[in-house]
DNA sequence: AATAATTAGTTGACAAGGAAACTATATTGT
DNA sequence: ACAATATAGTTTCCTTGTCAACTAATTATT
């Protein structure tokens, strides 16, 4: 196969497995009343410990009015707190709350048992070797988009 | 590194990854109407000759109400014939239309520039290994979903 | 210091995609 | 043959995500 051949090929599947990883983290996600990019979010927050939506923005690659708006649903959910910010009146800090941080830690456990499952019968060099794969082709479309 | 912690960087980054994609195709199909899905059930259709759309919900892993409306959409700019089924009257087949035709290879021509591009600077044994990576995971998550 | 240009975040309008109910036709079981 | 069930596709309603215009605050320019 040459290059020309097996790029998309290799486009097709990417696009093909983030759909099926979105719909399944959306399924998984359900119960609390979140969904994969939500959670993407929330779990920012979480290992920050205390950022802004523009940091976020930058760090996720995602649209700011859509970070605007799912930083209100969360809010709203009683999942993060806003505290205007001192230095830059424009922007605030996002906390996670208690409540936050347990949810956080309950889709996580959701996701680590999902984790063992898929990842059961493979073995770990496997693994590396896709890691490093992927690592590769997210330079290389970082690179050209 | 453990499966443990090998595991959601996968996910991570295949998420990344997708998205990154799936941005990327829609900004290049834009001067054409369409979005990547869109496309890839406009290509499906090319490539098949002729297909109703339950096909196309099975083949692609879509939601039927959705491959209803994006071939409504592709019908209403003229890029495919809808020609009642005998067989099953509550079926049609979907047939690309010359106009289709068209736009399929001008798109494709579009993509093959860019695919050049980003695999300008691999090897293609990284590209296989990578695709080789690829299969493995569509299959493990085929499965755990 | 005054004006212009940037930047952080919000809002509103709109397209995309998903879930569920629905229509019309086909298939199955008795 | 007839009722029950299943299937192909459509429609409706709702949420999500994108784009563009906007506000308010900040930084840069003269």
Redesign the pocket.
Known sequence: MTKKEIAPIIIGKLLNIGGMLQ?NGNYMLQPFDL?Q??FSILFSIYESGKV???SM?NKLV?????V??????LHGMELIDIKPSDD?????WLIITEKGKKTVKACQKIMYKWNEDWTKDIELSKLQTALESLQVLQSLFNENT
Chains 1, 2 share one sequence.
């Open positions: 719909k969904n990019q939500q802004n939506q523009k923005v995602l649209e700011k009015a859509h605007s708006k799912v930083v209100k649903k830059d009146k424009r922007s605030s």
